[in-house]
C-alpha cells in the first residue's frame, strides 16, 4: 500500500487475498475473495484496495482500515484494475468479452465502457489520466483509450501474445511485455 502498511497478495489457487503486516512481516488477515483473483489497486490515500473476481463478476473493495469487505458489480471476467490519478475513477478489463469497464467510485456508478480487442488483459494509465494503454491478448495488439469518452484512439500491433503493461511517467513510454519472453518499447510523445 502507499503508506507501507500492507503488502497485498492475490492468490490464484486458492481463491484468497493475503493481507500481510510490513511491520510484523506476517499475514494479519486471509480474505476469501472466490475464484481465480487477479487484479489488485489500492487508493492513494491508502483506506481502499480493489480486487479483480477474475472467475466472478465483481471487485471486491477491502477497507483497509478495518479489513471489512464490500462489493462492486463490475460484470463478468474482471481481469485488471488501474485507478485515476484523483482516485475517482476505476478502469477494469473484463477478460472474455475485450472491454474496458470504467466505474465512477464517487457516485458508486457504472460508467462507459469499450471493446478493445480479444481478451483484454492488462492495463496501464499515463500519468495524467487521459489514457488508458490496454493490451489484448488474442488480438496482439495494444489499444489507446481515451478516459474522457472511452473511445479507443489507436490500435497497433504489438506482438504475439501481448500479455503485460505499464506506463512509465517519467519517459512518456509504454513497455508492453509479450507472452514469449519479449519487452517492446512504444513512445506516446
Known amino acids: 500500500t502507499p503508506n507501507n502498511k500492507y503488502l497485498l497478495v492475490s492468490k490464484w489457487c486458492s481463491y484468497d487475498l493475503k ?6 512481516q506476517k499475514t494479519v488477515k486471509t480474505i476469501k475473495i472466490g475464484r481465480y483473483p487477479r487484479g489488485i489497486a489500492v ?12 472467475g466472478g463478476n465483481r471487485i471486491h473493495v477491502i477497507n483497509l482500515e478495518d479489513l471489512s469487505v464490500s462489493y462492486i ?6 481481469r485488471a484494475i488501474v485507478l485515476s490519478p484523483d482516485n475517482s475513477t476505476m478502469y477494469v478489463t473484463m477478460n472474455l468479452s475485450g472491454r474496458v469497464a470504467s466505474w465512477n467510485l464517487v457516485t458508486n456508478t457504472a460508467g462507459k465502457s469499450v471493446r478493445t480487442g480479444e481478451a483484454a488483459r492488462s492495463l496501464a494509465i499515463s ?26 484512439t489507436q490500435n ?5 501474445e501481448p500479455i503485460g503493461i505499464t506506463y512509465d511517467a517519467p519517459t512518456g513510454n509504454t513497455w508492453v511485455a509479450c507472452y514469449k519472453g519479449q519487452i517492446k518499447i512504444y513512445s506516446n510523445n
Open 127 to 152: 500519468k495524467d489520466g487521459s489514457a488508458l494503454y490496454v493490451v489484448n491478448f488474442k488480438s496482439d495488439t495494444m489499444s489507446r483509450v481515451r478516459t474522457s469518452d472511452m473511445k479507443v
Open 19 to 24: 493481507v500481510i503486516s510490513v511491520a510484523l
Open 73 to 78: 458489480p463490475i460484470g463478468s471476467n474482471p
Open 43 to 54: 487508493s492513494n490515500d491508502s483506506k481502499f484496495a480493489y480486487v479483480a473476481e477474475m
Open 156 to 160: 497497433i500491433k504489438v506482438c504475439n
